[in-house]
Structure formats: structure tokens, C-alpha cells
């Protein structure tokens, strides 16, 4: 049971991790596809950021 939790853990990291990589680059086509104006696209990174800080744990002090 605990190798399970260990690599679902794992897959789910790697998952975080490619869709913080590709936000930065899906974000120019989106804009474009959407006609989003660079305030609105600077909203939408905002948001992402925001949700991803907020789901990631505290580190202990």
C-alpha cells in the first residue's frame, strides 16, 4: 500500500510539473485563440499561480 501512495505521489508531481512548464507557452496560443488582451492573459497567470501556491504543502518551519 505504501509503494502505491509513494508513486501516485510521484506521477502526480511530474503531472504538477508539466503543466507549470507548459502554462508559460499554451498561454500565447490560448490568448490569441480566445482574443484575450495582455491584462486579461496576465489574469489568467495570476490565477494559475495563485491556485498552484495554495495546493502546494508548507514546508515545516
Not at 496560443?29 to 502546494?56: C, N, R
Request: glycine residues 6%.
Amino acid at each position: 500500500m505504501t509503494q502505491y501512495l509513494v508513486a501516485l505521489c510521484a506521477v502526480s508531481v511530474v503531472i504538477c510539473y508539466a503543466d507549470r512548464s507548459n502554462i508559460s507557452t499554451a498561454v500565447l496560443p490560448m490568448a490569441e485563440h480566445f482574443g484575450w488582451d495582455k491584462a486579461f492573459t496576465g489574469i489568467v497567470l495570476s490565477s494559475f499561480f495563485g491556485g498552484y501556491a495554495l495546493t502546494q504543502p508548507c514546508p515545516p518551519a
